[in-house]
């Protein structure tokens, strides 16, 4: 038994003694945790019990966003030892499926994924898992810095998926934490600038912090017109959808240069239609995104080597004793917050 943050069901978490698995395999590791971060999904599953096929059907420990102290190591494990300082990447892929073979295990069937329904997460003092999907950090790079990896990785998901060159002109829309993460991903990957488009003026506030990025109010002005005018009406290279919004969806061919790349991140709940002809017109390149493969060596380089800071949205960090808390803040969704992070005590 251990200490866990527990979502019993929806809209009913406590922290409570759990029976969480520590067998040690050949090829895992047993990492001590650190750092956790507060998902939107972990918050979703909380306040509504399920994300489209995923239902929380019984007790499940939250939280996949993680990085700790390596403390044990299996037989087979060579690359890793007691002390180093590590994250881990969420998802576990069947090493042999035809998905992972491809080098797309983000989309094998197969994957098991922490605080997805049945699967435990991580916000408890210890968890075993495979070596192979456990990375170490810099020292350049905290245990804060080393939570938001994970998010941070589906940001360079949809960066790559763009398929950005040196000098594009990218435009996000929607500025959650993961349409700021993929804004940050696209100046990394080569975009001069990036605009930014939401209605909540302090998230633009704090992601407008950044060199690159450039910020429109659709309160104020359409994103469309202020991308017109951005571009002298040709449109932006790459466009990140973000929002999972309905309306914004249906806009984006109007933000795209004829030829340019439209990125879907954002979920939205219900089926969009969406405007085919005028994607058509532009012979607009589609690309979705689902979380991530092969993205955390680069994530981690890029964090270490001072080219993408994160720590402006780190928010609020609590003690893992006021996990509960912890989770009632991110599910108030203050505009002025961005990431919230539980740091968990050293044993
Ligand atoms: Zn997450």
Redesign the pocket.
Known sequence: MAKALVLEEKGKLSLREFPVELDLGPEDVKVALRTV?V????VHYYTHGKIGPFVVKEPMILG??AAGVVVEVGDAVTDLKPGDRVCMEPGIPNPTSRASKLGIYNVDPAVTFWATPPVHGCLTPEVVHPAAFTYKLPKTVSFAEGAMV??FA?GMQSALRARIQPGDVGVVVGAGPIGMMTALAALAGGCAKVYVADLAQPKLDIIGEYDGIETINITQQPVAQAIAEATDGWGADVVFECSGAAPAILDVPALVRPGGAIVLVGMPVEPVPMDVVSLQAKEARLETVFRYANIYDRAIALIGAGKVNLKPLISKTLPFEQSIAAFDRAAEGRPTDVKIQIEMPVA
């Open positions: 971060g998902c939107g999904s972990d996949h966003e994970e998010p589906i």
